[in-house]
C-alpha cells in the first residue's frame, strides 16, 4: 500500500481553557504549539501505522517551516514532494477550545496553499496514478481539487480518491470532485454545510450527499454514530466501523 497524502502542514497553536470557558474575559489554560494540517495530521498517522506516506504541501522557507520538515522525517512520512518557498510565510492554524475540549473558535492562516496549483497537481501525474489510496483535503485550491479529480478520472482510478472537508468554509470545493466519484470525509456540520442544511445526524447528513449525487462518503458526528454511504447500496448505514464495502 502506498499513500500520496495532499494538503494542509502547517503549525497548529492550540488554547485550552482550564475553567468553563466565556468569550469576553481571559480564561486561564493551556497553550501547546504543535505542527498540524488535515494532510499532514493522516501521513503521520498512517506512516505510524507501517504505510509508506509520501506527503505534498507547502511550506515557507522560514524557521518554523524547518521544524515541520525535520517533524515529518522524524514520523517516517517522505517529505519529497514537499515544496519550500520563500514567497510567503509558513501556515498557521489558532484554535480555541473550552474546557470540555470542545472547539470554540479557530482562524487558519493558510494563504500559502493558493501555490498549490493545478499545474502543480499536473506535474505529479505518474506519482497520482500510481499510488494505491490518494488522500486530498480542501486546503487545496479548488481547481486544483478539480484537476486532481479529472486526473484520477480520466485514468479510472477516482475511487483511490478520499477527500477530507477540513472546514465549514472549505468543504464547497470539494462538492464536484465528490460528485465525480471520490469518497468524501467530513463531519455533521461540514455535510450540511455543502448541502446548505442543518442535518439531525450523521445518517440524515449522510443522505443528504447521497441525494445530492455523491457516490461515497462518511459522515462523523462527535461521539455518535458515524454514517457510511455507497450508492451502490440501497441504504445508509451506520456504525462505529466501517462497513466492506466502503
Ligand atoms: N470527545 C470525543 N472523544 C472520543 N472520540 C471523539 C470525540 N469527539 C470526536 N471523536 C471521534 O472523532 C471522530 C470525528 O469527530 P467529529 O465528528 O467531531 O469531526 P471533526 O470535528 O472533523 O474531528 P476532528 O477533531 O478530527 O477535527 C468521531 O467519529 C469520533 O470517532
Ligand atoms: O483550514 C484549516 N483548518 C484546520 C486545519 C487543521 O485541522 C486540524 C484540526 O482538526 C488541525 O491540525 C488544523 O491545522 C487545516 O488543515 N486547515
Not at 521544524?67 to 520563500?86: E, K, N, Q, Y
Not at 470554540?104 to 499536473?122: K, N
Request: hydrophobic share 50%.
Amino acid at each position: 500500500m502506498t499513500v500520496l497524502a495532499l494538503g494542509g502542514c502547517h503549525d497548529d497553536i492550540v488554547a485550552a481553557s482550564r475553567v468553563p470557558f466565556r468569550p469576553d474575559t481571559s480564561c486561564p489554560g493551556v497553550i501547546v504549539r504543535r505542527p498540524g494540517g488535515v494532510a499532514r495530521n493522516v501521513a503521520v498517522l498512517l506512516a505510524g501505522s507501517g504505510v509508506p506516506v509520501r506527503l505534498l504541501s507547502r511550506i515557507g522557507e522560514d524557521e518554523a517551516g524547518d521544524r515541520l520538515m525535520d517533524g515529518l522525517i522524524a514520523a517516517g512520512v517522505d517529505p519529497a514532494m514537499v515544496i519550500r518557498t520563500g514567497e510567503a510565510r509558513t501556515g498557521s492554524y489558532v484554535a480555541i477550545h473550552d474546557e470540555d475540549g470542545a472547539l470554540v473558535a479557530a482562524v487558519s492562516d493558510l494563504v500559502i496553499y493558493d501555490g498549490l496549483t493545478p499545474e502543480v497537481i499536473a506535474a505529479l501525474r505518474d506519482d497520482l496514478t500510481s499510488a494505491e489510496l490518494v488522500f486530498a483535503d480542501a486546503n487545496l485550491p479548488a481547481d486544483s481539487l478539480d484537476a486532481l479529480a479529472a486526473l484520477l478520472a480520466s485514468a479510472g482510478r477516482i475511487d483511490r480518491l478520499m477527500l477530507d472537508a477540513v472546514s465549514i468554509a472549505k468543504v464547497p470545493r470539494l462538492l464536484w470532485p465528490a460528485r465525480r466519484g471520490a469518497r468524501l470525509f467530513a463531519n455533521r456540520a461540514e455535510a450540511g454545510a455543502l448541502l446548505g442544511t442543518d442535518p439531525f445526524d450523521a445518517e440524515e447528513a449522510a443522505q443528504g450527499l447521497a441525494d445530492a449525487g455523491l457516490t461515497r462518503a462518511v459522515v462523523t458526528d462527535g461521539l455518535g454514530p458515524v454514517a457510511f454511504w455507497r450508492t451502490t447500496r440501497s441504504s445508509c448505514w451506520t456504525w462505529r466501523r466501517p462497513p466492506s464495502w466502503m
